[in-house]
């Protein structure tokens, strides 16, 4: 019991203490929410353009049906996810360096490439 007690303060310890640091990265501008749509063989817009060093959320919506539009990965990025068909599918990145880098769908026929500046 008491055990307990001690573990749910330090879960609501842990929550507190990363809480505003989630709000203050969510509230800075620049991480828009902009929808990247997968559509007869192409991502759009093909090069999203999203801020360095915080984490970065994207969402595809996959309206292509062909199973070649299935999977999304990144190149030198640990991330990659399984798409849904018509429903917007949001993947979140960790901090990146400026750079570019490419994603692709697991044949690597669709292309795109997130610009990170
Ligand atoms: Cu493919």
């Not at 060093?53 to 991330?79: E, H, N, Y």
Request: hydrophobic letters at 45%.
């Amino acid at each position: 019991m008491l055990v307990n007690l001690i573990g749910l303060l330090a879960i609501a310890f842990v929550v507190f203490w990363f809480w505003p640091r989630k709000g203050a990265s969510k509230a800075t501008p620049g991480n828009s929410e902009a929808t990247i749509v997968v559509d007869g063989g192409v991502y759009e817009p093909e090069r999203p353009v999203r801020p360095a060093g915080q984490p970065i959320t994207l969402t595809f919506l996959r309206k292509d049906a062909s199973a070649c539009a299935q999977w999304v990965l990144f190149d030198g990025v640990d991330a990659s996810t399984e798409l849904p068909i018509g429903k917007p599918h949001t993947l979140t990145l960790p901090p990146l360096a400026p750079g570019e880098y490419v994603f692709h769908c697991q044949m690597n026929m669709y292309r795109g490439t997130l610009v990170v500046k």
